[in-house]
């Protein structure tokens, strides 16, 4: 068993074009998934680790920047940093950049993702492609511009099973539906800043909110 997100599963694994509704990406990929490879998407955790598009508080304040869409007034003086995935991937840049008309001063420059954030904090981009969870959005007092064309397609993670595995060991399942619903966008945010940002142990972070959330 892993963790795999349904929006990876829909557009990377099954080559499927980005769809924006969640509950169906789940039932595409959950049934896919069993039919090709006799594995079993349990419920999901309950947050959505999707791209988000990030910019410097001081200036989405500035430029009145509250969604992609908005970027596209300044993204002509404006440089660009993103990961090398989000520049390949099938949901990432060159999709975007169609959908929202975005055409930056020079071509966005290719770095590792964990760099992109210092990146945009000391100035040397302007806007970065990070993930809606991580811990270090509020930690840089970052904002994230809404998507209002619904561009970027749902990556709701959960557990991915045998099917084998669930039907030895039943508790399995049992032990895995407890967790269901559980962590929202929110929460996953703070367990993440408290790994990224904190530099806390993550085996203890887990067991903590275990300890707390599921009795």
């Avoid at 300044?74 to 520049?87: H, Q």
């Avoid at 169609?98 to 055409?103: A, D, I, S």
């Avoid at 840089?140 to 959960?158: E, I, S």
Wanted: neutral net charge; without cysteine; proline residues 5%.
């Amino acid at each position: 068993m892993y963790v795999e997100y349904t929006g990876t599963a829909f557009t990377a694994i099954l080559r499927q074009a980005p769809v924006a509704d969640p509950d169906s990406v789940y039932r595409f990929v959950a049934a896919e998934y069993a039919r090709l490879f006799k594995v079993r998407w349990t419920a999901p955790f309950g947050f959505n680790n999707t791209f988000a598009i990030l910019v410097r508080r001081a200036d989405a304040e500035r430029y009145g920047l509250r969604s992609i869409a908005d970027l596209a007034r300044v993204a002509p003086r404006w440089k660009a940093g993103f990961g090398f995935e989000f520049l390949e991937r099938a949901d990432g840049f060159a999709g975007l950049a169609r959908v929202y008309g975005l055409h930056f001063s020079q071509p966005p420059t290719s770095m590792d993702l964990g760099l992109t954030y210092r990146a945009l904090a000391d100035g040397r981009v302007d806007v970065i492609a990070g993930n809606s969870t991580d811990g270090q959005i509020a930690a840089l007092d970052l904002v994230a511009l809404t998507d209002d064309r619904g561009y970027f397609p749902p990556y709701q993670a959960a557990p991915v099973v045998r099917a084998a595995v669930l039907e030895k060991y039943p508790g399995v399942a049992a032990a895995l539906a407890e967790l269901g619903g559980k962590i929202s966008d929110a929460e996953m945010r703070r367990l993440n800043a408290l790994a990224d940002v904190k530099h806390k142990d993550i085996t203890e972070i887990a067991r903590a909110w275990l300890a707390e959330r599921v009795p």
